[in-house]
């Protein structure tokens, strides 16, 4: 077996995983938003029947069987969204907002489409809810806060994060790790309203994906305190208790453009 260079080896983990979220997708249309941000994905399988309960029919998971996604069903993506301009390059709203939301990888038999389907979230700012995917709530409660030492050539991060809807929803998770370097990634893909499948943009970024701890994959483990709690809602059929936590990954920076499909 062929061993990968310390370099090489997260390059094509970054490619295995953007490969995983979907094939690329047609040309897009109309640029819809453009924004800088960082987020904090989680890795999950939870109950197969219970997450096909939740999707359109004709739809279904598209889950890797190898590679650092392998097994995963559905993600949560915690995203600091810092800048958020409009086709103009103008500010769009107040220019800055945060959620949380449940992607899954998805696929259409009759069509072979893939790409990510927005099952629900979670946002700050009210005026962008039920947002572009009809799925979003407005929170009723959120508080982020991230803490970054830099100390004898290493870099200790400690996030917190929290979501809640007045209709009882909640997603939140606290960690403390160590931050690398990552490779860049780029990639084209089409995501989808689990509520109406017609409704759909086609995302083109950039970023750097950092994988701190992966249940497939020999990356080391660099988070060292690590906790998260889903309930309320639709939640609780898929968080019961028997999820299992594939991959923490950090994304320290994304540059995201939104597309009409």
Do not use: C
């Not at 039920?130 to 004898?152: I, Q, T």
């Not at 780029?186 to 759909?200: G, H, Q």
């Amino acid at each position: 077996m062929t061993r990968l260079s310390a370099f090489a080896l997260p390059v094509a983990l970054a490619f295995a995983l953007v490969l995983s979220l979907g094939a690329p997708a047609a040309r897009a249309g109309d640029l819809i938003e453009f924004s800088a941000e960082s987020q904090m994905q989680l890795d999950f399988h939870v109950p197969d029947a219970a997450l096909a309960a939740m999707l359109p029919a004709g739809w279904a998971p598209s889950v890797a069987t190898q590679g650092p996604a392998k097994d995963a069903n559905i993600r949560m993506v915690f995203i600091d969204r810092s800048d958020i301009t409009g086709p103009d390059n103008k500010p769009l709203g107040h220019g800055a907002n945060q959620l949380v939301y449940l992607i899954v990888p998805i696929k259409q038999a009759s069509t072979g489409a893939t790409g990510q389907m927005v099952l629900v979230g979670i946002t700050a700012d009210p005026a962008d809810a039920p947002g572009p995917f009809g799925v979003y709530l407005p929170a009723s409660d959120h508080h982020m806060a991230r803490a970054v030492v830099a100390d004898g050539g290493a870099t200790r991060v400690e996030e917190s994060w929290v979501f809640a809807a007045a209709s009882g929803e909640r997603m939140e998770v606290h960690l403390k790790y160590e931050r690398h370097g990552a490779p860049k990634a780029a990639a084209e893909v089409k995501f989808f309203s689990a509520k109406d499948p017609a409704m759909a943009q086609t995302w083109k970024y950039e970023r750097g994906l950092d994988i701190m701890r992966n249940a497939t994959v020999n990356v080391g483990d660099r988070v060292t305190d690590f906790s998260y709690k889903v309930t309320g809602g639709r939640f609780g059929a898929l968080f019961d208790g028997s999820e299992k936590v594939l991959s923490i990954d950090a994304i320290h920076w994304s540059t995201r453009a939104a597309f009409a499909p």
